[in-house]
């Protein structure tokens, strides 16, 4: 007696074996271009770009206690509490600038939804201006000079040094620096996406308002 | 000649012993292993506590986005990427998927249990453990918060408590879907409802520092009550009637096309939304990435928008893998429909041998991804989890270096 099997056949279709030579081709370029394409760049392109965790992929904003007042070192809660900020070269070299009161540096990286939609909010409110990578500072402020950075390239190492815990790394991010007549530099980093509203209040107490010194 | 009660213990104790050893290498970053540039060869988020490596659909998804903003770095990603895949695939077919993918252990650990849990005792077994994995997953980070513990001991705790949770949501599955049990469905609803009431009086009593405080973490567990309870109302609604999804039936077989679909539509989608689609909503990443993150620092994170979406699909998922083995294999996981076809030509197979074949069907009994293994052996649904060999009681099935479609294509 013949035995049948109880399920009707899957898979195997006729004529799926014309697969065979394609994937004989597939195996002759398959370890080339792993090869080639790992070591001319892609090897290092994914870990630059899975570096800065990407809070999109987590579903959830880091929540930040609200602002209390700016900091002139590190603040409490951050690995490194009560040490002094080694600002990069490029951040005084800025405020030194007469022409500049307040600095922010707005960190964001590729596929970043909160990013892109702080910085078109950024754009619509005049704060900021042109595309996310490379935009600068828009016209409503004078005294202000933005610089929106792709985290995971941040040439000049701006990252690292202000994210507000020293432990997590995501993004976006919002800082800002500025100088006092006492010539001390202070700054405040918010991690996660910042309200434009907050932003500009922010702003306005730093260029207009009183300043609670931390 | 190895005995085929030798052959079997071999080959499970492969697959256990090869699942543990790549979670570990995948979670290598809780040993201060810094980020590689390496691409998981299986589905696991890279935002991960602990992961040290891309994800495949996370890659692509990247390499869109630099081609469409003009980036030479694109391409190469891509390439990469595709090379990666064609090696592995070319190498060992779609093993990854049976012995190496964390979201495949997963799967596995369900069955198990969903076999295992046949009795009150054996049920309020899994309650406990999925209980007592749960205090341990909520307690450990907070008390080594507390005393100061090196952060790296205890990320485990973010997998061991999500782990408790899933556990804890497949023991809702069964309760539910074995008989038709109205009551069981609308107490999880009830729960549901209580989860939430309980996250007001969390916010209002002050309490922080817990998942108990977490709207995000009591949201979770009150939806994952929520969709046992909605998926036993469905269950009793269909009275005797079954939902046929047989394997190789007619709604088995289309639903199988859907991974191919999300595949395809992975790289066109992120060009057009211009950001990481499907990374944004995957499932995968709240069951990898977002639950045990929400152990390790409940009260750091509030949702954004694309967090409950991510979690409904994610008990969704869970879901579908509590009623159907391999449920995310076998239907949804797009990189499985990218390997599937590297089946048809991969180095290493499993042979069948038809002479020693007495036809028992415990081959077809054993396979969790519901296909006939003596049919084809180079079925892109076989995930080459040798559960087959380990079944036969002839060993007629075993595992060969050698695809035999390319060795008859070679002798031709």
Known sequence: ?214 | MMSPEKSKLRMSHVRITLQGLFFIVAVLGVFGIAMTGFIYPFFFCPASPGACAGCPIWVLEHGVLEISSGSVNGPYMIFYLIGMFLVIGILVGRSFCGLACPMGTLQDIYSFLKRKAASRYRMGMLAFASLLLLVIGTAGPYIADKTGLEPLLYMWMGYVGAIGSFLLALWGFIIVMRGRRIWASLSFIAASIMLRAMVYVAERSGIEGTPLSSLEFMGLLSLMALIIGLVGLVRFALKDRRIQLRSGAGADRWLRLVKVGLLIAVAPSTYIFDTLAFTDIDPIGAITATIPELFLNPNAWSANQFFWLKMVFAVTVLALVAVVDRGWCRYLCPIGAMYGPTNKISISDIHFDAQKCIHCQRCISACPMGINPKEDKTDPECIRCMRCIDACPVAAQRLVPVNATLGRWASR
């Not at chain 1, 939804?113 to 990578?133: F, H, R, T, Y």
Request: one cysteine or more; a negative charge; proline letters at 7%.
């Open chain 1, 1 to 214: 007696m013949r035995n049948r099997d109880p399920l009707p056949r899957y898979g195997s279709r006729p004529g799926f074996n014309a697969l065979v030579p394609i994937m004989l081709v597939a195996l002759m370029t398959g370890a080339p271009a792993l090869a080639v394409f790992s070591y001319s760049g892609g090897y290092s392109e994914v870990q630059r770009l899975a570096t800065i965790r990407c809070l999109g992929c987590l579903g959830l904003d880091p929540q930040i206690p609200g602002f209390t007042s700016f900091w002139t070192e590190y603040p409490q809660g951050h690995i490194k509490k009560g040490e002094e900020v080694p600002h990069p070269r490029f951040v005084t070299q800025v405020l030194d600038s007469e022409e500049v009161d307040l600095l922010i540096l707005f960190y964001w990286a590729q596929g970043c939804v909160p990013c892109s939609e702080q910085w078109d909010e950024m754009v619509e409110e005049g704060i900021a201006s042109g595309p996310e990578d490379g935009g600068r500072e828009g016209t409503k402020y004078a005294g202000l000079r933005l610089y929106s950075i792709d985290a995971n390239e941040d040439p000049n190492g701006l990252y690292p040094t202000y994210i507000p815990t020293g432990r997590e790394n995501g993004v976006p991010m919002t800082t800002f620096i500025f100088r006092m007549d006492d010539d001390i530099i202070r700054w405040y980093s918010h991690y996660g996406k910042m309200e434009v509203d907050d932003v500009s209040g922010m702003m306005d107490r730093i260029m207009y308002g009183h300043i609670s010194h931390g």
